[in-house]
């Protein structure tokens, strides 16, 4: 069997295939010791091969695994990941807990072209997090009620700390809350905007990392750009399913 290993800041993702199927889905988050979860993720599954990629890959080696490690990048893991799930796609959004990518694609998983925020955590997942936080909002809900407001404030930073003093600011205002966490949402929409722009956006468009899962990006993101995006069932999984690719492939 061949796995792909999907390491990220926030967690990994395991993807072991048997010939074209998935035998294995798991899912962890990375903490502050990655090596033991990358054990604790990998327990009682005997490979072949595994192919690493994201922020912690260079952790995957031989000898914490026992089966021979290959690394590949997360641009080409989630081209190739993408590209199984949805061949006729032709751009990729990515927006994951640290960072956010846009990736256009010119087919059978080859890149053409793409654009990657990596420096800080402005209009990535953390900041959603991080956001949702000062709202005493579980992040899984903070989507869901984003939603219910109805006017989108405008909050002109991206950066984390900065957007925290703001949407404090407008709270003390007595602005309504779900409105500042609308506008919020809409923050890290205008962003993703612009670098899907920048690689020259073209449909279809596949939206993939945890922050698919946010009902409010989707919406907005939907309403900006005029495009009903494709998400897969489970889409913070494309990295790793483009690894275990990858590795399938060598």
């Known amino acids: 069997m061949i796995a792909g290993i ?10 072991v295939i048997d010939g074209d199927e998935i035998a294995i889905k798991r899912k962890l988050p990375t903490t502050f010791d990655p090596s033991s979860q990358i054990n604790k993720i990998l327990d009682g599954v ?8 994201g922020y912690g890959r260079k952790l995957v080696t031989e000898e914490l ?8 990048t997360e641009i080409k893991a989630y081209a190739l990941g993408v590209s199984h ?3 006729e796609a032709r751009t990729i959004l990515d927006i994951g807990g640290q960072d956010t990518k846009a990736i256009s694609l010119l087919g059978k998983g080859k890149v053409a072209k793409f654009e990657m925020n990596d420096r ?8 959603l997090e991080h956001l949702a936080t000062v709202f005493q909002i579980p992040i899984e809900d903070f989507g869901s009620y984003a939603l219910e407001g109805s006017e989108p404030l405008q909050i002109n930073s991206m950066c984390t700390v900065f957007a925290e003093t703001e949407a404090t600011s407008l709270m003390a205002q007595g ?19 612009n670098m899907l722009s920048r690689v020259g956006l073209k449909g279809p468009l596949v939206f993939a990392g945890g922050v698919a899962n946010n009902p409010c990006v989707v919406s907005m993101l939907e309403e900006s750009l005029d495009i009903k995006p494709l ?20």
Do not use: W
């Open 6 to 15: 999907d390491i990220g800041s926030r967690s990994m993702e395991l993807v």
């Open 85 to 87: 799930l949805y061949p």
């Open 120 to 127: 800080c955590a402005a209009g990535t997942g953390k900041f």
């Open 175 to 193: 602005k309504n809350p779900r409105d500042i966490a609308l506008g919020l949402h809409g923050s890290i929409v205008r962003r993703t905007t």
């Open 46 to 53: 005997k490979l072949k091969r595994i192919a690493a990629t």
């Open 65 to 72: 695994t026992g089966c021979e490690c290959i690394s590949l």
């Open 231 to 250: 998400i897969p069932e489970e889409p913070d999984f494309a990295g790793a399913l483009g690894a275990a690719r990858h590795g399938k492939a060598q």
